[in-house]
Each structure stands twice: as C-alpha cells, then as structure tokens.
C-alpha cells in the first residue's frame, strides 16, 4: 500500500514549487508552462505515472479540498490549481523562487478529428424530418 501523506510530505518538503498533475492534463501543461516560462522549475508528481496516484489525489483533495489538477505548493504552503498559480505569476508570488532557465515549450499541434462523410458541418442546413424520431409506441415524438 502507498502512503499517500508520505508521498505528499517528501515532495513538498524539497521546497520551492511542487506540481501535482497528471501527464495528459491541460491544465496541468498550462501550468507548467508558465512556471518554466519564468524560470521556476517545480517539483512535478504525476499522479497517472506513479503507483497509488488515485490515493495520493484522494488524499490531496483531503488536505486541501480540491479534487481536481494540477494541485500547486510554495514552500510547503497550498497555492492552488492552475488559474492560482497563473495570477499568482502575474502578482509576484513566485519572484522569490530560485530561478533556473528559463524554457519555452512548443505548442502541441491539433490533431483534427476525422468526420463521417455524412456529419452534420457548420452551416449545413438541418433536415427538419426523420432527424429525430422517438419509439413506436412514444406519442411526444413524430
């Protein structure tokens, strides 16, 4: 069994900025990329890479009362998820973090995802018969 408090206690304790998130987040990437973005290199758990990461989030959430990610710390004191973390950039709470290079990520490309030859597209006209039909025996819909 993980112990989840540990887990938490000996990330946090290595001071300056922890992440909790997970690797397919986006709000997890945002977050990091604006912390990297200013030279702040936080120690990053991701909850989806380690063992026991669902009881370490549960206990998270336990402790700070957010159950979503990322969950970010400053020096062994809760700061919050990404909106957080992104004001807080912006009003100086991390100018007094130790900071390393500063790294700028590329944007991850779109991957467009294919339609049906016959989808419905952004201005098409919506056929107004045999769109929508109910069950034999439904009479709210014809």
Not at 5 to 19: P, S
Not at 35 to 43: A, F
Not at 45 to 53: F, H, K, N, R, T
């Amino acid at each position: 069994a993980v112990d989840a408090g540990l887990v938490i206690e000996e990330a946090v304790a290595e001071g300056g900025a922890t992440l909790f998130g997970k690797s397919g987040c986006p709000f997890c990437k945002r977050t990091k990329r604006a912390l990297y973005g200013i030279g702040v290199h936080p120690t990053i758990v991701e909850l989806d890479e380690i063992d026991g990461g669902a009881v370490v989030q549960k206990k998270l959430e336990e402790i700070t009362g957010k159950g979503t990610v990322p969950i970010v710390w400053l020096d062994g004191k809760f700061v919050g998820g990404s909106e957080e973390v992104l004001a807080g950039i912006e009003s100086g709470m991390f100018d007094a973090v130790e900071k390393k290079e500063i790294i700028e990520f590329e944007e991850e490309p779109k991957v467009p995802v294919p339609q049906a030859a016959n989808a419905l597209k952004v201005g098409d006209k919506v056929p107004d018969v045999g769109l929508w039909q109910g069950f034999p025996d439904d009479t709210r819909v014809s």
